[in-house]
């Protein structure tokens, strides 16, 4: 079985500064997916970026960036020039690649606030 | 296509009572799952279905719980004899893996989700 930690509850950033968030899992499966979702306010979950376990380069989506290290087994996202809208609950994932069954396993996520 | 949809959006029942939830998926999305979550934590996994068939349930989903996807489309969750610790936030999401494709595979697009409180 698959877990995901998210030790940190809460962060806070200044609005145009960067801030990383943190997350670590445990699998002895060697092709998976690692995802952030976000989660606005009383709003649904969104996709924020996908990394593939096989690719070494770490993936890049505008300002949001992961640092992915698979041998530590860490999955960390930067959010660059943080906005107020960045304001959400960010949950980390894993999903096991290929078999019957893409479940996602969450973490319990991270409440970050972006201060104006 | 506007994404996932559900409905309702929020259920209050009292204890005892039975409710049913509603997904749409993505028109093209042949898997569909649906999950639970608690206040301050992250969805934990309920069940899933490859078009109509239902193909893993978790333990969280007791006998009180059945889901179904009949033509491949869209899926309902039913919730019987509800109980108080069945308050959550359900969510469901669909997939739609397609190899060698320049789309996105295996990634999961979710719904807004059906906040139930139950009294």
């Known amino acids: 079985a698959q877990t995901v930690t998210q030790s940190q509850p809460e962060m806070s950033v200044q609005e145009a500064e960067t801030v990383t968030l943190s997350c670590t899992y445990d699998?002895?499966?060697?092709?998976?997916?690692l995802f952030w979702y976000k989660q606005p306010p009383s709003r649904q979950m969104i996709l924020v970026i996908r990394?593939?376990?096989?690719?070494?380069q770490n993936a890049t989506e505008n300002r949001f960036s992961v640092n992915f290290q698979k041998a530590a087994k860490s999955f960390s996202l930067k959010i660059s020039d943080s906005q107020l809208g960045d304001t959400a609950m960010y949950f980390c994932?894993?999903?096991?690649?290929?078999?019957?069954?893409?479940?996602?396993?969450f973490g319990k996520g991270i409440t970050l606030s972006v201060r104006p | 296509d506007t994404g996932v949809s559900q409905d309702p959006r929020h259920k209050i029942t009292k204890r005892g009572q039975n409710v049913t939830f509603r997904c749409d998926p993505i028109?093209?999305?042949?898997?569909l799952y649906w999950y639970r979550q608690t206040l301050g934590q992250g969805p934990e996994f309920l069940t899933y279905f490859q078009n109509e068939a239902q193909l893993e349930k978790s333990r969280l989903l007791s006998d009180r719980f059945s889901a179904e996807r009949p033509k491949g489309s869209f899926s309902t969750l039913e919730i019987q004899r509800t109980e108080q610790g069945d308050s959550a936030m359900y969510l469901c999401?669909?997939?739609?893996?397609?190899?060698?494709?320049?789309?996105?595979?295996?990634?999961?697009?979710f719904g807004p989700g059906t906040r139930l409180t139950v009294l």
């Open positions: 699998t002895s499966e060697n092709n998976y997916y």
């Open positions: 994932a894993f999903m096991k690649q290929g078999g019957a069954n893409s479940k996602l396993t």
């Open positions: 990394q593939e376990a096989y690719k070494q």
């Open positions: 028109s093209e999305h042949n898997r």
């Open positions: 999401a669909s997939s739609f893996p397609v190899r060698g494709s320049w789309v996105r595979t295996d990634t999961q697009y």
